[in-house]
């Protein structure tokens, strides 16, 4: 006797459809930058701050964001440059006037002509520090009222939430486990693997304990994509496997390659030791918050068309696994070719 699949059927095909023609869509869109660009000052004096400001880079390009002060605001020293891997990061020490920080803005020159946030932290020398998130939609930051510690969580937990809805490997991965989870039971356990894992990687990543270079990683991550069309296929001929079988393992294996993945989204922005731990619980707790809200919402679609009775000819049925096959071989093929190119 068959089993019930989580998605199963012409149904299953049919969401299938709709979420890799609207995550297809969405990559599409987010073409460019997603990492944050970062902006640091730091009291030194009465008046006297330090500014850091990192950008991420895109195929050797710098992104195209400069930042200027408002009136009262003045260099001390002259912006130094310096590129590190993944980023240029600009120095310089400024100088305001009798008021401080107080009343002035920092305007993000070309932020709204990209998709890119800007995380602004401020540390004054009472100790005080405040973390804002800037977006495109308003890319400058006047500095008036205090922010809370809760405005802080805020910010890297929506952050977290961010980087996994626009990360369509990610979702696309958790999405081809549910075509080979049987039950809810399994995906339950399935879902919590893939978190522990992740996780973990996640933590350590973020800690400086282990680094793994982007390029291999993102080919690797690829690769787990590839992986799950062979075993959808087995699905829908009623075989079964290793992965079939026991998806929890093969989630948590998986797992602890995208925590790294993850882990871009906080140590891109070299944000000081300090904060690290601070920001890697409320971005984590992000992550995991927008990894359940897309399952929730697939399962909440499925039990919404059940009501539904459609019929996609035979011919359609291995649409699943031939997205995922291509997908995760196009971007197998794409990032082995970035890698290489890097290399040469």
Request: hydrophobic letters at 55%; one cysteine or more; aromatic letters at 8%.
């Amino acid at each position: 006797m068959r089993r019930a699949w989580i998605l199963s059927g012409d149904l299953g095909h049919l969401l299938f459809g709709v979420v890799v023609a609207v995550l297809t869509l969405v990559e599409a869109a987010c073409a460019h930058e997603i990492r944050p660009a970062y902006l640091q000052i730091d009291e030194m004096a009465a008046n006297r701050y330090k500014v850091v400001w990192r950008t991420p880079m895109l195929s050797g390009m710098r992104l195209p964001v400069t930042i200027r002060f408002s009136d009262g605001v003045r260099n001390v020293t002259m912006p130094a440059e310096r590129d590190l891997p993944d980023s240029l990061v600009e120095t310089r020490v400024i100088e305001t006037d009798g008021d401080g920080l107080a009343g002035k803005q920092v305007e993000f020159v070309g932020l709204q002509a990209t998709i890119t946030d800007v995380l602004v932290r401020v540390h004054l020398q009472d100790g005080t520090v405040e973390t804002t998130m800037i977006h495109p939609s308003q890319p400058w930051i006047d500095f008036a009222a205090s922010r809370s510690p809760l405005a802080a969580a805020r910010v890297y937990f929506v952050n977290g939430i961010q980087h996994i809805l626009l990360g369509i490997d990610h979702l696309l991965f958790v999405f081809g486990l549910l075509f080979i989870v049987r039950s809810r039971w399994m995906l339950v356990k399935t879902i919590t693997a893939f978190t522990v894992a992740h996780s973990i990687t996640l933590a350590v990543a973020t800690l400086g304990e282990i680094a793994v270079p982007a390029l291999p990683l993102n080919a690797v991550i690829a690769l787990s994509i590839l992986f799950l069309g062979p075993e959808i296929v087995r699905v829908w001929r009623g075989q079964t496997s290793f992965t079939i079988r026991h998806p929890w393992i093969v989630s948590f294996a998986f797992g602890l390659l995208h925590g790294f993945g993850f882990a871009s989204g906080l140590t891109a922005l070299g944000l000081p030791q300090g904060d690290i731990p601070f920001a890697l619980l409320m971005f984590n707790l992000g992550v995991e918050a927008g990894q359940l809200a897309f399952v929730g919402l697939i399962l909440l679609l499925t039990a919404a068309l059940k009501s539904i009775e459609v019929r996609l000819p035979r011919g359609l049925e291995l649409m699943p696994a031939y997205v995922v096959g291509i997908l995760g071989a196009y971007w197998t093929i794409d990032r082995i070719a970035a890698m290489l190119g890097g290399a040469a």
